[in-house]
């Protein structure tokens, strides 16, 4: 008997059916089956076979891949190996995404050139900018990021050749360069001010924060606790395993589309409150408490139900500590020496120690994830909350863009078409109008 097996006995049957095993590098986290074994599973030659019924793909694993490793159990987050608290402590965002896309750590040599390649696709066509001037004053910047990431694909129609790895190459560069530009032109037009375009002499940071707020100086020089705060949070955000927006790239992806169409598709399933939009639910609940004499009530009303749920606890992978909202945690001192302490601050902390004595969270697993810190450190540097899942999606891009290569270049993809449960009408007759009653 192959003990690297399972063996289903079909109860309408009487058969039985020796399903093989696989295992990834963690054979306790990662064993699985094919899902198309069981479509051998009939009740006749006629029938269809057997389908999982997996909403939100709770159990569901759509691809093998290298890039992160996640144990919700265990609160460890891995990206190629390397534990996310080593790389926030003393890699920087550039060359993290190095890591993500080639799998191993540049030497001095290979990050100077990586820098230079990212450096010269910072800029924007300027009919790329017209577009944005287009939009309503005060339309959202991840609407506009979607829009205006999407309309890249038709300045740049090259960037179908997804087979040429030269031409793969420069549509990473490209998309990780310019991603900040365009978040920062979103930035100003809704803020009514001219566009400040990118310094090549500072850091990938230091030339975002740049083109967010410049003003009339002629250099601006960025606060360097500040750029090492945003640095940091980008790497925590770089890449997170399979999730809504990752895992929307790839099914775009899967199409053979551009790699600019599939990012746009990504930024619009982070766009979404329940993926790119948890920092901010954070700082309404916040806001909603009012000082930290309330917390103790607003927790009693949390757990009878009255007061909905706890934002920013809690993770559809996390059993356990976010290991991102440790570092975040320590960040938000860090910051808020240079910015002045949020306000909110206190009642964040509050809340935290009174749920983490709590049987009540505990027993359901419910502790701080990376959102809970994340846009207060945000808000304290002076972003509108607006600018949160845009921040998320610049991070994100290296994840998206290693993910979209890693895609493609992995021999078992396949165009993404998920099956269904038909739970409609059998077939029926139609009725001329005049006969239906």
Request: aromatic share 12%.
């Amino acid at each position: 008997m192959n003990t690297h097996s399972l063996t289903i006995t079909d109860n309408r049957t009487g058969k039985s059916y020796d399903i093989s095993i696989q295992y990834g590098t963690y054979p306790n986290y990662g064993a699985s089956i094919n899902a198309i074994d069981l479509r051998q599973i009939k009740t006749t030659k006629e029938d269809f076979g057997l389908l999982t019924y997996d909403p939100g793909y709770t159990n569901t694993a759509s691809c093998k891949s290298d890039v992160t490793f996640l144990d919700g159990e265990e609160g460890i987050l891995r990206y190629r190996g390397y534990p996310i608290e080593q790389l926030a402590e003393k890699s920087t965002y550039l060359e993290t995404a190095y890591l993500l896309l080639h799998g191993e750590l540049p030497n001095v040599e290979q990050l100077q050139n990586w820098r230079q390649h990212i450096c010269e696709h910072t800029f924007i066509h300027e009919n790329i900018k017209k577009l944005i001037d287009n939009f309503q004053y005060d339309a959202h910047p991840m609407g506009i990021l979607v829009g205006s990431v999407g309309a890249m694909s038709t300045f740049y129609p090259e960037a179908k050749n997804i087979q040429d790895h030269a031409c793969r190459y420069q549509q990473i560069c490209r998309l990780i360069g310019k991603m900040p530009t365009l978040a920062a032109f979103a930035y100003r037009h809704s803020r009514g001010l001219p566009y400040a375009y990118p310094d090549e002499k500072l850091s990938y940071i230091g030339n975002f924060m740049s083109m967010l707020w410049k003003g009339s100086e002629s250099k601006y020089q960025p606060d360097p606790v500040l750029e090492k705060a945003i640095d940091v949070l980008f790497i925590l955000h770089a890449d997170h395993e399979q999730n809504c927006s990752t895992s929307s790239m790839r099914m775009v992806a899967s199409s053979y589309s551009d790699p600019l169409s599939a990012i746009s598709a990504a930024i619009a399933a982070l766009y979404g409150p329940r993926h790119g939009g948890a920092n901010e639910a954070v700082l309404q609940m916040l806001k909603e408490i009012g000082s930290v004499d309330n917390v103790p009530n607003f927790i009693k009303s949390v757990k009878s139900g009255e007061a909905g749920r706890l934002m920013g606890f809690g993770h559809r992978v996390y059993k356990s500590y976010d290991p991102r909202a440790k570092i975040c945690k320590q960040l938000a001192r860090e910051v808020f020496a240079v910015t002045g302490a949020n306000p909110l601050i206190d009642i964040a902390l509050e809340l935290e120690r009174i749920a983490l004595q709590d049987d009540y969270f505990i027993s359901r697993q419910l502790y701080p994830n990376v959102d809970f810190y994340s846009g207060l450190i945000y808000q304290a540097m002076g972003f509108p909350v607006g600018m949160f899942p845009v921040l998320f999606a610049i991070a994100r891009t290296a994840g998206w863009v290693a993910q979209w290569q890693e895609f493609l270049l992995d021999p078992d993809n396949k165009i993404a078409r998920p099956r269904q449960i038909y739970c409609g009408h059998e077939q029926r007759d139609y009725v001329p109008l005049d006969k239906r009653e």
